[in-house]
């Protein structure tokens, strides 16, 4: 059974700092090209980082400066450092999976960023 399974999220204060995982199961992790996306309330979901199988990562400008995406072949994770967290930040965040017709998705995390 393909699985992603998301955790990390949580409140923190604007200026702080989270960790975000994804862990994969029931596929071969390493052919999928993997992704953060996120939605917050009332908005489309939108792209925040993808990683290629070889560890390439592309981040939207509004996050670049900010959040590192990476990837853990040998624990079948990804990561998403999501550091100087603005309220504009929050929202629930999902992983996701993609190799060639197929894509998965996880259930989300929720980020609140809130004083």
């Known amino acids: 059974q393909e699985r992603l399974v998301e955790s990390g999220g949580g409140l923190v204060q604007p200026g702080g700092s989270l960790r975000l995982s994804c862990a994969a199961s029931g596929i071969q992790f390493n052919i999928y090209k993997m992704g953060w996306y996120r939605q917050a309330p009332g908005k489309q979901r939108e792209l925040v980082a993808q990683i290629t199988t070889s560890g390439r990562t592309t981040l939207v400008d509004s996050v670049k400066d900010r959040f590192t995406m990476s990837r853990d072949n040998t624990k079948d994770t990804i990561y998403l450092q999501m550091n100087s967290l603005r309220a504009e930040d929050t929202a629930v965040y999902y992983c996701?999976?993609?190799?060639?017709?197929?894509?998965?998705w996880g259930q989300g995390t929720q980020v609140t960023v809130s004083s």
């Open positions: 996701n999976a993609q190799f060639l017709t197929v894509t998965l």
